[in-house]
T-cell receptor, first 113, second 115 residues
Framework: ELKVEQNPLFLSMQEEKNYTIYCNYS?????LYWYRQDPGKSLESLFV?????AVKQEGRLMASLDTKARLSTLHITAAVHDLSATYFC?????????????FGEGTQLTVNP | DTGVSQDPRHKITKRGQNVTFRCDPI?????LYWYRQTLGQGPEFLTY????????KSRLLSDRFSAERPKGSFSTLEIQRTEQGDSAMYLC?????????????FGPGTRLLVL
């Protein structure tokens, strides 16, 4: 059974600081997704990482994927308050024809002035 | 707005009642997924459709739950004889299966409270 673990689960940062969120998954997966969720809202797609070594950047967020280590990272550069949200990583099950996603517990990020 | 829509956005019901939720996916998307999210947790997969065919159901989907996608467009999720443990956010997502580059786009969710 695929398991996805994130750490840390809670992250309180100061503005302008850098930090990394880690996402480990238990079985082979060729893709990894990152989503953002604001309180009471739905999930917004941030990144789709499609292969080993993939790196994607959008603004102050950069995501990478190491399929051999079964590890993805979401790096935050010079955090700003607007980045406060919960971030989820998710991996699909390869053995099914669809792409049911298994999500991590989420990392609740708070950026303080 | 051409995103995924869900209706209703909020539902309060009494234990034992039946409820039905609707999801309208992005128009050209052939896959539609239902997830459930409880407070402080990530979404958990319930079921998914490719066109009108329901291809997979989670063990979380007890026999009180049923989902349909009759014409391969909108979908409904019905919960019969609701229990307090059914209180959660029910999320619908849709995608276009394109040989591995699939991204699921989520709707705003239906928040269910069972009293």
């Amino acid at each position: 059974e695929l398991k996805v673990e994130q750490n840390p689960l809670f992250l309180s940062m100061q503005e302008e600081k850098n930090y990394t969120i880690y996402c480990n998954y238990s079985t082979t997966s060729d893709r990894l997704y990152w989503y953002r969720q604001d309180p009471g809202k739905s999930l917004e797609s941030l990144f789709v990482l499609l292969s080993n070594g993939a790196v994607k950047q959008e603004g102050r967020l950069m995501a990478s994927l190491d399929t051999k280590a079964r590890l993805s990272t979401l790096h935050i550069t010079a955090a700003v308050h607007d980045l406060s949200a919960t971030y989820f990583c998710a991996a699909p099950r390869r053995e099914t024809s669809g792409s049911r996603l298994t999500f991590g517990e989420g990392t609740q990020l708070t950026v303080n002035p | 707005d051409t995103g995924v829509s869900q209706d209703p956005r909020h539902k309060i019901t009494k234990r034992g009642q039946n409820v039905t939720f609707r999801c309208d996916p992005i128009s050209e998307h052939n896959r539609l997924y239902w997830y459930r999210q409880t407070l402080g947790q990530g979404p958990e997969f319930l079921t998914y459709f490719q066109n009108e065919a329901q291809l997979e159901k989670s063990r979380l989907l007890s026999d009180r739950f049923s989902a349909e996608r009759p014409k391969g467009s909108f979908s409904t999720l019905e919960i019969q004889r609701t229990e307090q443990g059914d209180s959660a956010m029910y999320l619908c997502a849709s995608s276009l299966a394109t040989g591995g580059r699939e991204t699921q786009y989520f709707g705003p969710g239906t928040r269910l409270l069972v009293l």
